[in-house]
């Protein structure tokens, strides 16, 4: 796929600075996170608060979860992101502006949140039902390396199944981004 964009570039100019490399540890807190909002407009309505607790993290990390939850909330808001590159027929440095944004993708200014803290009963409580989760997907990934996690059919044997909020019933169905992203090297691709 980089063949076929470097091939239909209208432009020599090669931009500047290096793009940033997913994190695995954002892209599971916003996941969780967007599910958080979803429940909470899905059964409270657009106007709702939410309180994030966590056990102790870096700075750095918390600082991500942040950034994370903005760019959630105000997705295809208008954002200007100033540019620049080298120009090599002229030999010179040259700076720009772009301007992306798009309609019609949910208002969520209703939503407030907050992320804090804890090392409370509850943060353990929470380590301790996401590594139950983790063992029963990581145990399922050793016998279908590679199946689709997102399913009904891949938490169904666990003992909250039945609390699990937002999973599809079919793998077929457009697979998470972080799917994708981080997908298993043993899987199709699909």
Not at 11 to 35: T, Y
Not at 50 to 73: H, N
Not at 119 to 146: E, F, I, R, Y
Request: net charge neutral.
């Amino acid at each position: 796929m980089g063949a076929v964009a470097k091939a239909q570039r209208r432009s020599n100019i090669k931009l500047s600075g290096n793009e940033r490399l997913a994190s695995l540890h954002q892209e599971l807190f916003l996941g969780a996170f967007g599910k958080g909002v979803a429940f909470c407009i899905d059964h409270l309505g657009n106007e709702v608060s939410i309180d994030v607790i966590t056990d102790r993290v870096d700075g750095s990390v918390l600082k991500s979860f942040d950034e994370a939850a903005q760019r959630l909330l105000n997705v295809g808001s208008r954002k200007e992101t100033r540019v620049s590159g080298f120009d090599p027929d002229s030999k010179t440095v040259v700076r720009g502006l772009v301007t992306t944004g798009m309609d019609q993708l949910g208002d969520f200014t209703g939503v407030e949140y907050n992320i804090s803290q804890s090392t409370s009963v509850l943060t353990l409580a929470a380590d301790v039902v996401a590594n139950s989760v983790h063992h029963h997907l990581k145990s399922l990934q050793a016998c279908k390396p590679g199946c689709a996690l997102n399913t009904v059919d891949a938490i169904a044997r666990h003992p909250l199944a039945k609390s699990v909020y937002g999973v599809t019933t079919e793998a077929s169905v457009m697979p998470q981004v972080a799917d994708t992203i981080f997908r298993h090297p043993m899987s199709s691709g699909k």
